[in-house]
Nanobody, 116 residues
Framework: QVQLVESGGGLVQAGDSLRLSCAASGDTIYISTMGWYRQAPGKERELVAA???????NYADSVKGRFTISRDNAKNTLYLQMNSLKPEDTAVYYC??????????WGQGTLVTVSS
């Protein structure tokens, strides 16, 4: 199994930056893809960014040019650097991992609040 623990959320002002972290443990060797989703109040969960083992990335149009996803394999940690934050980025951010080819695991979520 794989376990994920997110950290780094908080309250910031519009234009500020924030970095989220997601520490993975367990069967991390079997992880192929990791990424970040978010869910704003009253909205469905949406993909923010994903990073495959081959380092290919995928970003939501709304965050392209502002957010950067990266992974430190030595620390088994996924990051999401968020710059130029906007109030519409306010949401609970969830880390996920796809492993063993058919399993998905989610973190508990971390709240990001951006005030105008």
């Amino acid at each position: 199994q794989v376990q994920l623990v997110e950290s780094g959320g908080g309250l910031v002002q519009a234009g500020d930056s924030l970095r989220l972290s997601c520490a993975a443990s367990g069967d991390t060797i079997y992880i192929s893809t990791m990424g970040w989703y978010r869910q704003a109040p009253g909205k469905e969960r949406e993909l923010v960014a994903a990073l495959a083992r081959g380092e290919s990335t995928n970003y939501a149009d709304s965050v392209k040019g502002r957010f950067t996803i990266s992974r430190d394999n030595a620390k088994n940690t996924l990051y999401l650097q968020m710059n130029s934050l906007k109030p519409e980025d306010t949401a609970v951010y969830y880390c996920y991992a796809h492993y063993r080819g058919y399993l998905d695991v989610w973190g508990q979520g971390t709240l990001v609040t951006v005030s105008s």
